[in-house]
């Protein structure tokens, strides 16, 4: 059974940084393709950004409103993902999840989520 | 992007009876590989969402048979065929076909 575990949320200023991880088990963790989804308080899902598997070229995808300010890298050695977020906005007030991109045919569905960090952006 | 409306937005729903919720996209989500990247997630009170279904109608793995996907091009259904009272959430559509991977606005399922 593959499982993800996020941690690293917290309250944090305006303009501040914090860096998620989410670790990932049950699976050969450098195959493993990463998304990152938000959910605002009392909103619906945001994707984030993805990272594939170094084999699939390690690229990295985000969306808007968090390019060039959110970064997701891996450890291979770690089985863990990373998502660091720079220059917060009160908006990014989220519960952060990461999930696991199912392989095979039910390729690029979310099969396997976390049970999410909140990240509170405050002054 | 690419824009997922859903419909409804609240299902008030007897036990026993079906639900459906349609989603919608803007622009077609067939992919250049000739797949559909439609898949719906149902997200319980206080819980991570829950992959049901992807590639329009393929039940994931767990998923109880009263769950099933329809649909093609830009339109989509998700049909409960008997609504149990753990079916109680929210349900997204979710497409996957091209970036930004992009949700619908979630539609509340709930008993009367």
């Known amino acids: 059974e593959v499982k993800l575990v996020e941690s690293g949320g917290g309250l944090v200023k305006p303009g501040e940084s914090l860096r998620l991880s989410c670790v990932v088990s049950?699976?050969?963790?450098?195959?493993?393709?990463v998304s990152w989804v938000r959910q605002a308080p009392g909103k619906g899902l945001e994707w984030v950004g993805r990272?594939?598997?170094?084999?699939?070229?390690?690229?990295?995808e985000y969306a808007a409103p968090v390019k060039g300010r959110f970064a997701i890298s891996r450890d291979d050695s770690k089985d863990t993902i990373y998502l660091q977020l720079s220059s917060l906005k009160t908006e990014d007030t989220a519960v952060y999840y990461c999930a696991h991109h199912c392989g095979g045919d039910c390729f690029d569905a979310f099969a396997a989520w976390g049970p999410g960090t909140v990240v509170t952006v405050s002054s | 992007d690419i824009v997922m409306t859903q419909t409804p937005l609240s299902s008030p729903v007897t036990l026993g009876q079906p639900a459906s919720i349609s989603c919608r996209s803007g622009?077609?989500?067939?992919?250049?590989?000739?797949?559909?990247?439609l898949s719906w997630l149902q997200q319980r009170p206080g819980q991570p969402p829950r992959l049901l279904i992807y590639k329009i109608s393929k039940r994931f793995s767990g998923v109880p048979d009263r769950f099933s996907g329809s649909g093609a091009g830009t339109d989509f259904t998700l049909t409960i065929s008997r609504v149990e009272a753990e079916d109680v959430g929210v349900y997204y559509c979710m497409q996957a076909t091209q970036f930004p991977y992009t949700f619908g606005q979630g539609t509340k399922l709930e008993i009367k």
């Open positions: 622009q077609s989500l067939v992919h250049s590989d000739g797949n559909t990247y």
């Open positions: 049950g699976l050969i963790f450098t195959d493993a393709w």
């Open positions: 990272i594939v598997s170094k084999r699939s070229g390690g690229t990295v």
